[in-house]
């Protein structure tokens, strides 16, 4: 109940998904591509220090800001703590089966 | 028959398709982007004047070098013209999925 109550945006606004040229460079960065593809493998939001490794505070929370500026994030606070949500619904309607083949190469690249 | 004997690439190499982050970066740039897309829609090699507006020639070159090492353009001499050549077939063994994604939402940007 708690947690549904929180399942709101805070006062970060939730962008429209970008156009084109803005998501492929929200996605060409590798640090930012091993977020989406943690969120997409996951399925749910998940938090942010999930999300990455190798990598600061700051320069997390600036990757974020690119991708929730093209569309492809939204922040979300979940029992008092950040989360960071795929919009996949959303990026898929707007550029069907882009996030898939690139979430399936990006996997491909991890298991290697 | 002249046509087919000159369908060889000429010194310059043809690279293999790169990383996810590499196809990534070198399609973000809306030159590039473009210029893949009427590659993609053409389906067959196209003159290298053919794929841009806008931009002068020497920028153009820069643009096809980084399509180029990141192996989704192949440079191909027919009939004695500088073509270029969409490497689709090696691209979506590669990347299944991607180019087609890409260069729907390409299309339907173009179309606006």
Do not use: E, K, Q, V
């Given at each position: 109940m708690v947690e549904v109550e929180a399942f709101h945006t805070d006062s970060h606004p939730v962008h429209p998904v970008g156009s084109l040229h803005q998501v492929l460079a929200a996605l060409q960065d590798p640090a930012r591509l091993e977020m989406v593809r943690r969120l997409r493998n996951a399925g749910a939001p998940l938090q942010c220090?999930?999300?990455?490794?190798?990598?600061n505070k700051s320069t997390a929370t600036h990757h974020f800001k690119i991708l929730r500026e093209a569309g492809l994030l939204e922040r979300l606070v979940l029992g008092g703590l950040t989360h960071q949500r795929l919009r996949a619904e959303e990026v898929d309607e707007a550029l069907p089966g882009l996030l898939a083949s690139v979430v399936e190469g990006a996997n491909r690249e991890a298991a290697r």
């Open positions: 220090s999930a999300l990455y490794d190798g990598i």
